[in-house]
């Protein structure tokens, strides 16, 4: 038997193996395919405070190696979540984190606020790669001072489990992670998307209807493994490792450059049960190695 029960600080999760906001719905869209309670935990679709519609389309482009999205939070805000959704879900035998979004600090702090109250969410992943529209749309994630102060207002009112999923459209992401650690971020994830663009040669049009989009997929997982391995190395609280994921020894390769856990996302449009798959293969890849505890190899790369 070989344990694969890892810590995010106070969250125990049964396993490493978590799926990506955005990707997985509320989970129940794919409990036809996969026994849900075998996963380390289910991060549910970006929720805000009011009911988004989101982008015009087209909003999906497939890309070599990977794919853009510009889907645009679309939600029916979180009154709906609470009322309509978390009675549905709330007794999953796994970890249920709620996506929080906003455009200004009060919808982050009154969203949070109202899921803190949910017996069965034992956490939030703030998603701060969101535009700020009282700051000319940058993106709160992409200095450390904004960054900062949505992270100390939602700590104010939010008590149990604060990860906070940092973008990579930056300069340097250890100082963004070191800053949110510093307002009483628990945990973090990245990366989020990379930001990109396709054009139709033909039509001479973008594929998008905002133009660029979040990159995801294959492609950016050689640039998520150096965010994880950097990031890992400069704060103290546990690091969530995604992007690009497709199978279990990529999720090895994050948990070796520093991450507690990782999330699966764009493989699960193309398989819907990579995530036990991967789970499976965690074990297999520690029979073989014999390596009883997953957190042996948490960070374990060998750099001799």
Known sequence: MVNLEVKLKDLVLKNPVMTASGTFGFGEEFADFIDLSDLGGILVKGTTRHHREGNPYPRMAETP?????????????????????????????????????????????????????????????????????????????????????????????????????????????????????????????????????AIDAETRKPLLSTVTGGLSGPCVKPVALRMVWQVAQAVKIPVVGLGGIMNAKDAIEFILAGATAIQIGTANFIDPQVSVKIVEGIKEYMIRHQVSDINDLIGAINLK
């Open 65 to 197: 190696s990977g794919m853009l999205n510009a889907v645009g939070l679309q939600n029916k805000g979180v009154e709906n979540f609470c009322q309509d959704i978390y009675p549905r879900i709330k007794d999953y035998q796994t970890n249920v984190m709620v996506n929080v979004s906003g455009s200004m600090i009060q919808d982050y702090v009154e969203t949070a606020a109202m899921i803190n109250d949910l017996e069965h969410i034992p956490g939030i992943e703030l998603n701060i790669s969101c535009p700020n529209v009282k700051e000319g749309g940058m993106a709160f994630g992409t200095s450390c001072a904004s960054a900062e102060e949505v992270v100390r207002e939602v700590r104010k009112v939010y008590k149990k489990h604060l990860m906070v999923k940092l973008s990579p459209n930056v300069t340097d992401i250890t100082a963004i992670a070191k800053a949110v650690e510093g307002q009483g971020a628990d945990s973090v994830s990245l990366i989020n998307t990379l930001l990109g663009m």
